[in-house]
Structures are given as C-alpha cells and as structure tokens.
C-alpha cells in the first residue's frame, strides 16, 4: 500500500513524529505550510471555528497514494486551520488516518467533525489518534491521549 504523510508542524514535534513514522513505513512525507502564518491568536480562533487557511500548494501527487496519514498540531481542541484547507484537497477514494497532537487535551470536541469533512471527500478514515510527542535529545518521544 502506497502511503504519504502529510504533516503541519510549528514547533518542529509534529515535524519529528512525522520522520520517525515515515521512517517506520518507508513512506512519502511533505510538510504543508500556510502561505501567510497568521497570529497565534488568530490562528486559535479560527481553528475554533474549523475555519481554513491558505496553504502552499502540495507537491505530491496525491492520487498516486493508497493512504493518507495527516500529523497536526491542536489548537483549542481542534486541528490547526492549514489541515482544513488539506482536506478540501483530498481526492475521493483514499484510506485517511490522523495524527493529532496536543500538549494534553486532545481533539475530543472536534474529532467527528474532522472525521465528517474527510468523509465528505469520499474518503475513508481509518485511524484517528490524539497524541503528545515530546523530544528528549535525539528521542521521539509520543504516546496516545485518552
């Protein structure tokens, strides 16, 4: 099964969780980047609001991929806006799995309707996981949430 991940990452966890499982899977992975990072402030209010941000263009062919693995952080129990924008860009028929990770509180408000907007796309998700990463010298450190 062909697989990329598709990763936000602000504080450079996310970045670090998303090698070491492409490193596991020997897998694709590109980072998606907002075009203009707005205010964290901002950013937190919008991803409240399951609001989008403009975001650079994905490089990879996305219809060449079975499965889709999407690593974000969480800001205010919610994906960051950036992960919005990707699923509007998810083709039809692809295998979704998330990665969410939060310093604690996990995305339990917002998980069934980040999970309906994949859907939405005719995708199917897969896997769904709150996590905490943390980076102790060169270890990856990340565990599940409840």
């Not at 062909?2 to 670090?16: D, E, N, P, Q, V």
């Not at 604690?104 to 996590?131: H, I, M, Q």
Request: include cysteine.
């Amino acid at each position: 099964m062909k697989t990329i991940i598709l990763y936000c990452s602000y504080t450079g966890r996310t970045h670090a969780l998303a090698v070491k499982k492409a490193t596991e899977l020997d897998c694709d992975m590109e980072e998606i980047r907002d075009v203009k990072k707005p205010s964290l402030l901002a950013s937190i209010k919008m991803a409240s609001k399951r609001e989008k941000s403009e975001i650079m263009p994905i490089q990879a062919r996305l219809d060449k991929y079975d499965k889709i693995i999407i690593m974000s952080p969480v800001w205010a129990s919610h994906p960051v806006p950036a992960v919005n924008s990707l699923i509007e860009c998810l083709p039809a028929g692809k295998l979704i799995e998330f990665y969410f990770n939060s310093a604690g509180g996990g995305t339990k408000k917002s998980a069934e309707g980040t999970k309906a907007l994949a859907s939405a796309k005719g995708c199917e998700v897969v896997g769904y996981t709150d996590v905490q990463v943390k980076i102790k010298g060169d270890e990856i450190l990340w565990k599940k949430l409840d």
